[in-house]
């Protein structure tokens, strides 16, 4: 595998699971809906953004 789709594919895994667990923070009651929506608004577009860069470097 080449390192930096390794590299990358490990980023985009730690995002998508500190987004999983914002979600499950906000359902539980521990983040408020702002807090929650702020993780959101950082977290998406950097994934999105990871998982073009995965399919480029995959091409």
Known sequence: MNI???I???ELALDKRAL???K???DS???TLEQ???HMSNLEPRIE???K???RLKE
Do not use: P
């Open 49 to 51: 953004i990871l998982e």
């Open 8 to 10: 990358l594919s490990r």
């Open 4 to 6: 930096a789709i390794h």
């Open 29 to 31: 009651g521990n983040y």
């Open 36 to 38: 929650h929506q702020m």
């Open 53 to 55: 860069a995965i399919n």
């Open 20 to 22: 999983q667990k914002s």
């Open 24 to 26: 499950e923070s906000f």
